[in-house]
């Protein structure tokens, strides 16, 4: 099993800065959901599971990272299920890109430095 890095506090987007919630206490409000995370967009917070291996964190995080994009930019579309559908495609596709091409990763972190 991979070891699992403390997620940072905070995730600007778009000079937005959401924080980053992983207590324990989160599990009542995400099993309601029936999700491993979840996003406040008014209170600016995304929420996780605390308990999620490595891999399903990764994609958990992305995933929510793509709903917060998706509205900062305006992206709309017709149906909360429709927006299930495609943000989990963009968040589990670029997952795999990220995971398969450390390169790349690299490249991208230090690319403007």
Known sequence: MKRKRELPKTLKVAGF??????????????D???AWAATSLQKR??????DQDVEQLRESVLHEVVHVVRQI?????QDTDGEEKVVKAISMG?????VDNPELVEWLRTAYA
Do not use: P, S
Request: proline residues 0%; hydrophobic residues 40%; charged residues 20%.
């Open 32 to 34: 309601a959901l029936e």
């Open 94 to 98: 670029l997952n795999m890109v990220l």
């Open 45 to 50: 917070t995304l929420y996780f599971q605390h």
């Open 73 to 77: 930019m305006g992206v709309r579309l």
């Open 17 to 30: 800065t959401y924080t980053i919630n992983t207590e324990e206490g989160n599990e009542r409000y995400l």
